[in-house]
């Protein structure tokens, strides 16, 4: 649950992988000054440890807090700071114990690699008044790589991957600091040439280059690679390749994996030292998934499904329709996705409030779910669509289509949709913020949202167009 309270201040804040999110500040007079910090993780995930530090302008520690308690910084009033907050695996990655805003993460193993991801937030925040709550969006700052190689010849005892020029760690500031090599051994399971997923930092070079070595006894046969840009933080690339005739068949792409948006490359490569390939890129923008730029994907999402770590609430046909059907969905080639946030946001405002008309707006505008910007308040049409489609009528026995709904988005991290707080049915924002509607109700209304009501909900929603592969 997230609550927003007026604030004091909207500010931006960028993160380590350049992304854009908002904090706010709510503050009251005193003359000492405590921060509270509450932080949205980029994955949902409870197997991190999220720690916060505060840094004064000299980048000495003045404050930070233990993986295990209340994310609550005791500051010096009238003073600024940099703050960092931290999620990680805690055998993964080493902070120093005398830290600094220059001191530098790093992975402890002596691969360069880590199985789990690095998470961080960043933002420099001025003490004015004595209670201050800052909310962070954590981005990811490490990029996820998988590998599958298949037709190898028998007579190879092993294979190896290693990446020059790496990052070796990450200050508490955002600098990747580079100069190292990447080196992972696949496995071969099977016919397959292969590895689980690892997390790597980022190079800062912009062209990204690897090497693939066969290994025989005492004989290795190498093969550079090329990419024409670099590797992402908050990226997974899947990289697979097929030796056939003599030379590899390598190609790649960028897996959904709940982080960025996919982006897809092609690239060749022979088994010779002298022969080197070039990756070449079909790059989109992060965010345009509209008609004329649909998202490929294998199959189209049905109803409560997670899609790249979203959870889709509603498919639209071509015309414009709703969709529940499972075996309807399966025969369409094209479809619009409604995604329903995993957040959900309580003590909110109507735009026709006086003092916080905006509240509703700001919150659905700038919120960020696994690398995906873009989002919105829903409209009146499609609350009535969700309230249609996901009515509670179970009187509390649990079996309606929003239970599985909200089952959904629990596993995927989120928070559930809620019907009822005490006796009063919780309403939702739509319609700009000036219409309200409710999922613990027969009726399909959609009433007007009151001017001095401060306990609306909002569930921001995102459409998204897809086709499957090979569609036209």
């Known amino acids: 649950m997230k609550?927003?309270?007026?604030?004091?201040?909207?500010?931006?804040?960028?993160?380590?992988?350049?992304?854009n999110s908002t904090f706010d500040i709510t503050e009251t007079e005193s003359e000492t000054s405590c921060l509270n910090v509450i932080t949205r993780s980029a994955t949902g995930s409870k197997d991190l440890q999220t720690q916060v530090f505060a840094f004064d302008m000299d980048g000495t520690c003045v404050a930070r807090t233990d993986a295990d308690s209340d994310y609550r910084l005791n500051l010096e009033l009238g003073k600024q700071y940099h703050i960092t907050a931290i999620a990680t695996s805690g055998t993964c990655y080493s902070i120093p114990k005398d830290v600094s805003h220059e001191s530098v993460i790093r992975m402890t193993g002596n691969e360069g690699w880590a199985i789990s991801p690095l998470e961080m937030a960043r933002t420099d925040v001025t003490t004015s008044k004595s209670t201050s709550t800052l909310s962070l969006q954590m981005q990811f700052a490490v990029t996820c790589l998988t590998v599958e190689l298949t037709g190898i010849p028998e007579e190879y005892d092993s294979v190896m991957?290693?990446?020059?020029?790496?990052?070796?760690?990450?200050s508490m500031s955002g600098n990747i600091e580079t100069g190292g090599t990447v080196s992972i051994g696949l496995e071969k399971r099977g016919e397959v040439w292969t590895c689980d997923p690892f997390h790597v930092f980022p190079g800062t070079k912009d062209k990204q280059e690897f090497n693939v070595r066969l290994i025989k006894g005492d004989t290795e046969c190498i093969t550079a690679v090329s990419t024409n840009q670099p590797f992402k933080a908050g990226t997974p690339y899947h990289i697979t390749g097929t030796f056939a005739d003599g030379d590899f068949l390598i190609e790649g792409h960028i897996g959904q994996a709940s982080w960025n948006t996919p982006e897809n490359m092609t690239f060749q490569f022979g088994p010779r030292i002298s022969e080197s390939g070039i990756i070449g890129t079909d790059e989109g923008g992060d965010s345009d998934t509209g008609d004329d730029n649909p998202v490929s994907v294998n199959r189209?999402?049905?109803p409560t499904s997670e899609w790249n770590g979203h959870i889709v609430a509603l498919v639209y046909d071509a015309d414009g329709n709703p969709v529940s059907d499972e075996s309807e969905i399966a025969g369409m080639k094209q479809a619009t996705l409604l995604l329903i946030s995993l957040d959900d946001w309580d003590k909110m405002t109507s735009a026709g409030n006086e003092s916080t008309p905006d509240m509703a707006a700001e919150a659905a505008h700038g919120y960020i779910e696994y690398g995906m910007d873009g989002w919105d308040i829903p409209t009146e049409t499609q609350a009535r669509q969700l309230k249609a489609a996901y009515n509670d009528d179970s009187n509390g026995t649990g079996s309606t289509s929003l239970s599985i709904l909200n089952a959904a988005i629990v596993k995927a991290g989120g928070v559930g949709i809620e019907t009822v707080d005490g006796s009063d049915n919780v309403r939702y924002l739509c319609e700009r913020a000036t219409r309200t509607f409710c999922f613990k109700s027969a009726s399909l209304n959609v009433t007007n949202a009151g001017a001095k009501t401060a306990n609306y909900h909002l569930r921001p929603v995102r459409t998204v167009s897809v086709k499957t592969d090979g569609a036209s």
């Open 3 to 19: 609550t927003l309270l007026p604030t004091a201040a909207l500010l931006s804040v960028f993160m380590s992988s350049c992304d």
């Open 161 to 170: 991957l290693s990446f020059p020029d790496m990052g070796t760690g990450l």
């Open 300 to 302: 189209i999402p049905t």
